[in-house]
């Protein structure tokens, strides 16, 4: 297993290598908060000025989207596989407004290897 905290930045990176990509992130500054539920660890990913960055999300820390679901599912969910991501998409809930969750959609299938 390589760590949720790994698999977060490697999105970052993969993200900023697609440059033409950034018009799908200009304007939208989001947190997005990942609950891991059997590891209880809380991850948050943060989107700003067309980066992301990823970290440990703190209780007093709001966020725009959380996504919840098992360490396997997280790990399948941001690995950057298009098709093992399909299927893990299906296996956990993600709580927050429609327009959020596709951009996020978009954003992690647009990044896939």
């Known amino acids: 297993?390589?760590?949720?905290g790994k698999l977060l930045d490697e999105v970052g990176e993969r993200l900023q290598k697609k440059t033409h990509l950034r018009f799908v992130t200009t304007g939208w500054e989001k947190r997005i908060g990942i609950v891991?539920?059997?590891?209880?660890?809380?991850?948050?990913?943060?989107?700003?000025?067309g980066g992301v960055s990823a970290g440990v999300?703190?209780?007093?820390?709001s966020a725009d989207l959380i996504v919840r679901g098992g360490e396997h599912q997280m790990e399948m969910l941001f690995?950057?596989?298009?098709?093992?991501?399909?299927?893990?998409?299906?296996?956990v809930k993600i709580i927050g407004t429609l327009?959020?969750?596709?951009?996020?959609?978009?954003?992690?299938?647009?990044?896939?290897?």
Do not use: F
């Not at 999300?57 to 820390?61: A, F, K």
């Not at 690995?79 to 296996?91: F, I, P, S």
């Open 1 to 4: 297993m390589i760590g949720i």
């Open 36 to 49: 891991i539920d059997d590891t209880a660890s809380r991850w948050q990913l943060t989107i700003s000025k």
């Open 57 to 61: 999300w703190e209780e007093e820390q």
């Open 79 to 91: 690995g950057g596989d298009e098709l093992v991501y399909a299927l893990a998409k299906q296996q």
């Open 99 to 113: 327009r959020d969750q596709l951009k996020l959609d978009a954003i992690l299938r647009l990044t896939c290897k």
